[in-house]
């Protein structure tokens, strides 16, 4: 391992749950070790929470919906959920580290994207939600109609490993804007950055009650999505998780949003500028150590410039710097956990045994005596029905293959059971507006990947998601309409 550099003095936490503006323990008394997984060493204790400590937070969560936020005015709402982003923040580096000690991530990444990204989650909602109206119709001179907007109620917030503080902010703060409470549960092996941010919650002026966090399995998770007392459920993860969690939510009739997998296609046509496909597709392959739902993993390339791309793709590829999260010239970090390191080198030994070429890469990062390191890969000659093709593997690993026609690749980008987002290269106008509208994927991106703005429908469409976050979309799910008509 590389010596680390820049490392603050901010230490690893203890992750306890967060009820009722307390930290507590788990009612069991049970924890369990979180890992560092570009060191191995134990970072600290996860309390380990069970259906009893659910029911705790949720019956807490359900007490603050109807006493002071329920009936805080919308100004002063705005003010607090401002104030937690300016928190965020204020503690910028220390979360930025706890991050990167969770992930692996590199820390320029961590304190980049993640930190500021969650920060402006609630600076953009707490502006966002002082602008969102209802609907009104005036039906001649018979009645006037218009809608009341109310919180959902009790919100499970149930999030993947990846981008944990971003995404858990993405989720709490259009959800608290809306007027709910919330019963958060971050992914068991990336607790630290959520057990802050209720912390900061509070700090800012939030309630106690109002956000609740409780660490565990998925039988935490479990027991929010069947819990009697929860009215929604917002979902970040694998599209089987997501499978479990509808069945688990059905009998309650609970209001769903899904941001599951993906297997996104990144298309580049010859007339492209290929400076620029080569720098945004290093990105969209391996930023996050590829862990990221939106990266483009499997690569399109016109047959006319398809040994010219491999070539130089794979000559920038293979100067990525691979190590220690804390150095700041590491481009690629440690995979998340000894689980999922396993699950993509197994994906590795799938391309040898389908065929596949190793361009860079296909196989774990040498030099390292501890940690999850994998080597950035490029695959090349899979065919379409390779699993390494059509199969998530949410690692530093991209498939490549060439095509000749418009109507041959887009057969190939939509013949897969995901539809999260597509990258697509082209100079041609009319191609990328043609195309975009019969990609099936809930984002394509033209001559770009990742620029987002947060008012836009963000969702993935087939098995990649249920639902749209973002903006008004956000809104929606977070809030129930009731119609009032008014005779004249
Ligand atoms: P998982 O689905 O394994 O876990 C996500 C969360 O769900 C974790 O907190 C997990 O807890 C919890 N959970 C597990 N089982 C259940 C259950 N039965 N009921 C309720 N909750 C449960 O996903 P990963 O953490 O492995 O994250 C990677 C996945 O997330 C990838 O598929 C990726 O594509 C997807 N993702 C999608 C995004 C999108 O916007 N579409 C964005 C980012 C990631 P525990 O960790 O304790 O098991």
Redesign the pocket.
Known sequence: MQTTENRTEVKAIDCSHFIDGEYVPSINGKTFENINPATEEVLGTVAEGTKEDVDRAVAVARRALRAEWGNMPLRQRSALIRKVGDLILERKEELAVLESLDTGKPIWLSRSVDVERAAYNFHFFADFMTTVGTEAYQQDDIAMHYAVRHPVGVVGL??????PLL?MTWKLAPALAAGNTVVM?????TPMTATVLAQICKDAGIPDGVVNMVH???E???A??SHDDVDAIA?????I?GS??MK?AAPTLKKLSF????KNPNIIFADADLDDVIETTLKSSFINQGE??LCGSRIYVERSIYDEFIEKFQDKAKDLRVGDPFHEDTKVGALVSEEHYNKVLSYLDIAKEEGGHFVIGGKAAEGFEKGFFVEPTIITGLNSDSRCVRE?I?GPVVTVVPFDTEEEVLHQVNDTHYG?SASLWTTNIKRATRLSAQIEAGMVWVNTWFLRDLRTPF??MKS??IGREGGAHSFDFYSELTNVTVKL
């Open positions: 149930i999030n993947p490993w990846n981008l995404l549960k971050p992914s068991e092996v565990g399995f998925g935490t998770g479990a929010i999505t979902f970040t993860g694998e599209t998780t479990a969690i688990a941001e599951l997998g993906g990221v739902c998530e949410f999260l969702g993935g990649s998601g």
